[in-house]
Nanobody, 123 residues
């Protein structure tokens, strides 16, 4: 199994940028598709982005497309989420997750989860 650990969250002004990292331990992440989800207070956890094991296939939610970029470095067992032009509605706890099968936008499609990192977008 693999254990993701997120970092890089914080407070940023609207229009600003953050880069989240997801470092993993255990089994190599080259065996997994890796995804990012987020959960705002009082809301369900929602899909943000997913990247296939080799980085050749990527999928984004409509709400972040064109602003966020997911990438991975299998040699470092790390996944990244570059977030640009952040908006107050991006405020949430962001979670990294690993999936045996690529492509799911559902929480149930992921097998291993990190503890999350808080992102707050506010002036």
């Amino acid at each position: 199994q693999v254990q993701p650990v997120e970092s890089g969250g914080g407070l940023v002004q609207p229009g600003g940028s953050l880069r989240l990292s997801c470092a993993t331990s255990g089994r190599a992440i080259s065996n997994y598709a890796m995804g990012w989800f987020r959960q705002a207070p009082g809301k369900e956890r929602e899909f943000v982005a997913v990247i296939s094991w080799n980085g050749r296939s990527i999928r984004y939610s409509d709400s972040v497309k064109g602003r966020f970029t997911i990438s991975r470095d299998n040699a470092k067992n790390t996944v990244y989420l570059q977030m640009n032009n952040l908006k107050p509605e991006d405020t949430a706890v962001y979670y990294c997750a690993a999936a045996v099968q690529y492509g799911s936008a559902r929480v149930e499609g992921y097998d291993y989860w990190g503890q999350g990192t808080q992102v707050t977008v506010s002036s």
